[in-house]
């Protein structure tokens, strides 16, 4: 049977980890043989990517003239706009991260089932939201085979290096990186928002690299093409992907569960002495068997039947109960607005402020950091 699905997302602007797991999904969707409406207000680059494989998209609901059969949930704020957009329509709110507050789950009696990509997000919303855990299923990560093609075989010592991460810059981990890189000789290059060049498709870049420093779908894709990996973001540098750990890293989408250690050079280089083809090798053919998008997407799309059906045999919309969880949701957050503010009033009193005003009123440091700050808006949109 064909569906109607309407998939939200806080945006569809910069190619970013949900932003793409929403284009892959909604264009398998599409190919078979499904009706796809994708949703943000802030629209862009993924925006065109999606419309261009005639998916369609929307920043305004009241475009959308045909109710859909189910909201495939990504984020609240998006979610829950669309539950109260489209009465009687059931939704599934999917989980993506452990911190980031737009993946906080809301509560809503039409929410049939939560998706978490991981076990730590499904930790996450059992133990930190009380999602009952019969309610919540774990969907891993995928990668499109079709996209990511396989390279040819490692060489016997790695010669190129990537990072390839929005967040990793020269001031947060790269610098150590590149130097326990320049230890074996290894050129680094880095991708991502966070050294402003993020527009390049890493399934054409992949490829030219041998070891890749990279979390979450962009570590899984660079395994599916071939490389050695090493898990590593801000949050830290987890192991060299092997065939002994590949598949207990998978359930925590290399994720932040998995980078262990601070982003130092004597552990970035421990990792990088036990570099092996073979190994990579093994963990690749792993992955290209075990995480094929098509799979993930049949249980995406048998779940979707499941909560159509149950929502289609359960009772009456309760308005009364819809109304209080609205309320309820709208109170927290109120509650995470004020925690948001108070932590901008002490940010404002800090040391660190005070001495970024020192620096602006010098003649002399002043009008460069103003310089920089306009161009970091004008080049990232920060």
């Not at 806080?10 to 599409?30: F, M, P, Q, S």
Request: net charge positive.
């Amino acid at each position: 049977m064909s569906y109607r699905i309407l998939i939200t997302n806080n945006t569809l602007a910069k190619r970013a980890g949900t932003e793409l797991y929403v284009r892959d999904v909604a264009c398998e969707l599409l190919a078979r043989g499904h009706q796809v409406i994708a949703y943000s207000s802030l629209l862009g680059e993924v925006a065109e990517e999606l419309r261009g494989a005639t998916v369609a998209v929307t920043d305004r609901l009241e475009t959308v003239s045909l109710a859909p059969h189910l909201i495939h949930g990504h984020h609240h704020l998006e979610t829950m706009t669309a539950l109260l957009h489209f009465p009687n329509v059931p939704a599934i709110y999917f989980c993506h991260g452990w911190l980031p507050f737009e993946e906080m789950p809301p509560k809503f009696p039409r929410i049939l089932r939560y998706v978490a990509v991981d076990q730590t997000c499904k930790d996450r919303l059992v133990f930190e939201h009380g999602i009952a855990a019969d309610r919540v299923q774990v969907l891993l990560n995928f990668v499109d085979l079709n996209r990511f093609k396989a390279r040819g075989p490692l060489p016997k010592k790695p010669l190129r290096a990537l990072v390839l991460s929005n967040n990793v810059h020269e001031g947060n981990g790269l610098s150590a990186i590149r130097e326990a890189c320049a230890r074996f000789q290894i050129t680094l290059d880095a991708v991502g928002q966070s050294v402003g060049n993020s527009g390049q498709r890493p399934e054409n870049l992949l490829a030219q690299y041998d070891l890749v420093f990279a979390k979450g779908r962009a570590a899984l894709e660079a395994l599916a093409v071939g490389n050695a990996v090493i898990t590593c973001d801000t949050a830290g540098v987890g192991a060299m992907v092997t065939p002994d750990n590949v598949e207990a890293l998978r359930q925590v989408n290399f994720g932040i569960r998995a980078l262990r250690h601070p982003v130092h050079v004597e552990t970035i280089a421990a990792e990088i002495a036990r570099y092996s083809p073979v190994q990579s090798a093994q963990a690749s053919y792993w992955i290209r068997r075990n995480a094929l998008m098509g799979r993930v997407v049949d249980q995406l799309v048998q779940l979707y039947e499941e909560v159509i059906d149950e929502h289609r045999q359960s009772a009456a919309v309760n308005i009364a109960e819809e109304m209080r969880a609205a309320a309820d949701y709208l109170r927290q957050l109120k509650m995470l607005t004020v925690r948001l503010q108070q932590n901008l009033v002490d940010l404002h009193h800090s040391s660190t402020m005070r001495l970024h005003d020192r620096l602006v009123g010098l003649p002399l440091i002043g009008p460069r950091l103003k310089n920089l700050a306009r161009f970091a808006a004008a080049r990232w949109g920060k």
